[in-house]
């Protein structure tokens, strides 16, 4: 092959190189006669979820309602087993910093990092679940995001941290006679 017909061969393969990359396209909103509207954009066909649009139901994926605040009830009913569930992903994911109770001394800040406000604290007594549901997600101060955790755990999480802080801090007025009773004998 001649120097002149290898030249003449890679023009051609450049050439249709190139026919393949500029292939023919619309711009949106351009006129499309292929279709009998002549319009180019399309609807999706039914039952598609659009990427990014899924997440609609603010009070199961952000913890807020249709006002924006933070809700004080759960998107879903909070079961035994959801209880259980919760314990257990607290166990794994939170314990190492919040410790097994959320008093915030985990193994993580006896070895040095910086302790987390325990749960029983004032300001998150009475926080709404929404709100404490919006910390595991994001996350807060050296706290990091949690939202890799599927969105039903994380609430799970929320519904356990409330029986820590609930379990820490119960007016005798909640418990049944056999827990009073238990309580008096403890106090002689």
Not at 55 to 69: I, K, N, T, V
Not at 113 to 136: E, K, M, N, S, W
Not at 153 to 162: E, K
Request: with cysteine.
């Amino acid at each position: 092959m001649s120097r002149a017909d290898a030249v003449a061969l890679l023009f051609a393969l450049a050439a249709c190189e190139q026919k393949m990359r500029d292939q023919a396209r619309l711009d949106p909103l351009e006129p499309a006669p292929f279709f009998a509207d002549d319009m180019e954009a399309r609807n999706s066909p039914a039952g598609v979820v659009p990427r990014g649009q899924a997440r609609l139901d603010r009070h199961l994926w952000q913890g807020r309602g249709a006002d924006g605040l933070f809700v004080a009830t759960y998107p879903f009913a909070i079961t035994r087993a959801d209880l259980a569930r919760g314990e257990q992903r607290f166990a794994i994911h939170c314990t190492p910093c919040h410790g097994r109770l959320g008093a915030g001394d985990g193994v993580a800040v006896q070895r040095g990092y910086p302790a987390p406000l325990p749960f029983t604290a004032a300001r998150l007594q009475g926080a709404p679940v929404g709100h404490l549901f919006d910390v595991v997600t994001h996350g807060r101060a050296t706290m990091p995001d949690y939202d890799h955790i599927d969105v039903y755990d994380r609430w799970r999480i929320v519904a356990w941290v409330q029986v820590l802080q609930l379990s820490q801090h119960a007016p005798a007025a909640v418990l049944g006679a056999d827990d009073r009773m238990h309580l008096v004998e403890a106090r002689r």
